[in-house]
């Protein structure tokens, strides 16, 4: 299967529609089987729900922290080693973390940020799995970026057993986010592979 690869400067990403041939069985499993929770963070004094569920698997050692939540890793599901193995053979390194959100329809949501906590292997690809109900995921520059700056941003639809992978250095030059979809009343699964350096 051909990956297809949006261009813009500083934005390196490959894009393979319906990659999970088992999409479906995956989603039921991982709607039941993950331990999800709600989360919360504090903005200017004010405490706020996050607009999804999420959970966090990762090997010992790998401590994760983003918008001010210290993530507490949960056992890897056994069911989710093959599917690691063979996204480690694509993209040609060791994915020692998963981030899983669940958006329950679409009034949940992920706001505009970067991937680049200072844990991440910084020259480390992203790779994400999508399963569920099709959401946009839009992409836009840096404002200080002397890449990409200045370009056009990217809205790219993401389907039921989409394949993802973000390349550096865009974690570097553009930020992503997940727009509310007010009509989508299904659930959208989403899996980010990472790599994260190890604490001693």
Not at 8 to 34: C, F, K, N
Not at 49 to 73: N, V
Request: hydrophobic content about 40%.
């Amino acid at each position: 299967m051909q990956a297809i690869n949006p261009q813009r400067p500083g934005l390196s990403l490959r894009h393979w529609p319906g990659w999970l041939a088992d999409a479906d069985a995956w989603l039921a499993e991982l709607r039941h089987q993950v331990p999800w929770k709600q989360e919360a963070i504090t903005l200017f004094g004010r405490t706020h729900d996050l607009p999804r569920l999420t959970c966090w698997m990762a090997d010992p050692g790998c401590h994760y922290r983003y918008s001010g939540i210290e993530q507490q890793p949960v056992p890897w599901l056994a069911c989710l080693a093959p599917l690691r193995q063979r996204l480690e053979s694509l993209c040609g390194h060791e994915l020692n973390a998963l981030l899983l959100n669940h958006y329950r329809d679409g009034n949940d949501a992920m706001g505009c940020h970067a991937d680049d906590e200072p844990e991440l292997v910084p020259d480390a690809s992203i790779v994400s799995i999508s399963l569920g109900a099709s959401r946009t995921l839009r992409f836009k520059p840096k404002p200080r970026s002397p890449l990409a700056a200045g370009s056009d941003a990217l809205n790219l639809e993401l389907g039921h057993g989409d394949l993802l992978v973000m390349d550096a250095p865009t974690q570097q030059h553009w930020l992503h986010e997940l727009p509310r979809r007010r009509r989508v009343q299904s659930l959208r699964i989403n899996l980010t592979f990472r790599r994260l350096m190890r604490s001693v």
